[in-house]
Each structure stands twice: as structure tokens, then as C-alpha cells.
């Protein structure tokens, strides 16, 4: 059994809880490399997310996050709005009408994903970007599908990839974005778009952990 609309508006739910815990974190990361705005816009964006599902109840998963996509287009400033909002359209499209997520649609709509944010951010693993908590999540994701595992599973497998990634950027030099300005003082520092990637992961395992034990409290 995969995961419905139900799990993805719960995930979504538990992201802009994570984005409102950690605005000041995030706002911190990104003040020594970048605009000292991260944390604010991930948070507002988030926020706005939330109105819009209230007003217009997807009936799918992939509506749930092209919703998402198009909110944070348009609401969040930066380079994080396109980014974030082109890996929601790319998974959401992914999934297409889908009704029931399994872990190969996971797999695949993570890679989207991150391939969207390559495509906008024309940046790679290394460069001290969001693509350094995105790329390992994915192969976390492949290689524990790959293996057999559940839905929960294959999104715990990607969270903790994720929030290994961002920890690794802390030694890394900017290559991309406005943290490339300062060199080798970018070094030292955790990139907030990986932080902010790890977090949003983290918030769809949690939410599928929730899922299953719905299900199981049905069962009985």
C-alpha cells in the first residue's frame, strides 16, 4: 500500500511546521553567505502554502505539491522560490493523477526533483548548493527501493541522506549562488538550501511515519 493525498498534505503541513521552527536557524545559516533572508522566505511561502490547500483541497498527491510549486513561485524571494518551486512542479508532475504513491513513484519524483533544481541552479554536487542534500537523498531513495523497501522506508532512507548532505557543505567552498562571492570565506559554513532540503525531507518521512500508523490503528 503507497501513500495518498492524505500523506501529502500532511507533509506539507509538517514542512511549514519545520519552516516556522527553524526560521531563525535557517536566517543564521544563510547570514555569513547570503542574504540573511532564508529562513523568512521558506517560512512565508510555507505559510502561504497552508492558506492555499485550505481554499483549494487537492484531490491527488501531485496536485497537492504543483500547488505548492506554484505558491512558492510566487511567494518566496530569492533564488529559493524558483528552485523550490521547480523541484515541487517536476515531482508533481512526475507523479501525474496518480492516486497511490508507491516507493518506485517516490524514487522517481525525487529525481525529478532534483534534476529540476540542476536545471534552474546549473549547479552540481560539490558546488555547496541544495544539490548537496538532494543528490544523496536520491540515491539513499534508488538504493533502498531498490532493495525491497516500503514507503517510509525509502523517505527515511532520503531524510537522513539529506541531512547528511547538508552537514558535508559545512567544509565546502561556494562554487554557485551568492556564497561564491566570498571564496574561501564560504567555507565553514552549512549551505541553508541544503538545511532547508534536509528539513522538508525529514517532514515527508515523518509524515508517512504518520500514515502507517494510521493504518496500523485501523488494522486493529
Not at 541552479?121 to 544539490?131: N, Q, R, S
Not at 567555507?187 to 508517512?208: E, F, I, K, N, V
Amino acid at each position: 500500500m503507497g501513500l495518498d493525498v492524505h500523506w501529502a498534505v500532511d507533509w506539507l503541513k509538517l514542512s511549514a511546521k519545520a519552516m516556522a521552527e527553524h526560521r531563525v536557524e535557517l536566517i543564521e545559516l544563510d547570514r555569513p553567505i547570503g542574504d540573511s533572508d532564508h529562513g523568512e522566505n521558506m517560512d512565508r511561502g510555507f505559510q502561504a502554502v497552508l492558506q492555499k490547500l485550505d481554499e483549494t483541497p487537492p484531490e491527488t498527491p501531485g496536485a497537492a505539491l504543483k500547488t505548492t510549486a506554484m505558491t512558492l513561485m510566487s511567494k518566496v524571494g530569492g533564488a529559493a522560490g524558483p528552485l523550490y518551486g521547480t523541484a515541487y512542479l517536476r515531482a508533481s508532475t512526475a507523479w501525474g493523477d496518480a492516486t497511490d504513491i508507491d516507493a518506485a513513484a517516490l524514487v522517481s519524483a525525487l529525481a525529478a526533483a532534483r534534476d529540476g533544481v540542476v536545471a534552474r541552479g546549473k549547479a552540481e554536487l560539490g558546488d555547496k548548493t541544495m544539490v548537496d542534500a538532494w543528490t544523496p537523498a536520491v540515491e539513499a531513495a534508488r538504493n533502498a527501493a531498490a532493495g525491497g523497501a516500503d514507503p517510509l522506508a525509502v523517505l527515511e532512507a532520503a531524510a537522513e541522506a539529506a541531512e547528511a548532505g547538508a552537514v558535508a557543505t559545512d567544509p565546502l567552498v561556494a562554487r554557485k549562488g551568492r556564497a561564491s562571492y566570498l571564496g574561501e570565506r564560504s567555507a565553514g559554513h552549512r549551505d541553508p538550501g541544503a538545511a532547508s532540503t534536509a528539513l522538508l525531507l525529514r517532514a515527508a518521512a515523518a509524515a508517512a511515519a504518520g500514515s502507517a500508523g494510521d493504518a496500523g490503528s485501523d488494522a486493529v
